[in-house]
């Protein structure tokens, strides 16, 4: 990702893992280039026979999509997402 006079480059590797009937363990580590690490952990439930699942996780990424993602921050924080597959 670029923005500015920056350019920062990362590799972000991840795991899912079934708990039970639609109840998921999420994690995610980006190493980035410049020597910096952005990470994330949490659990997804998926509403069951429907296209919404509800996201709750600890990052110390600044965002969930794109640049947010490469950049991280000192401190912690918790979230708490709504999903909605659309066309499902």
Do not use: C, K, M
Not at 20 to 27: E, P, T, V
Not at 33 to 39: I, M, T
Not at 44 to 57: C, E, H, M
Not at 70 to 76: D, I, P, Y
């Amino acid at each position: 990702a670029a923005l500015g006079d920056g350019t920062w480059v990362g590799v972000g590797f991840g795991v899912n893992h079934g708990l039970a009937q639609g109840l998921q363990l999420i994690g995610e580590f980006t190493p980035v280039l410049d020597g910096r690490a952005v990470g994330s952990v949490g659990t997804r439930y998926s509403l069951p026979s429907t296209a919404v699942s509800f996201d709750l996780y600890a990052t110390n990424g600044v965002g969930r999509n794109g640049l947010g993602t490469l950049v991280g921050q000192s401190e912690t924080r918790l979230g708490l997402g709504l999903n909605w597959i659309v066309g499902r």
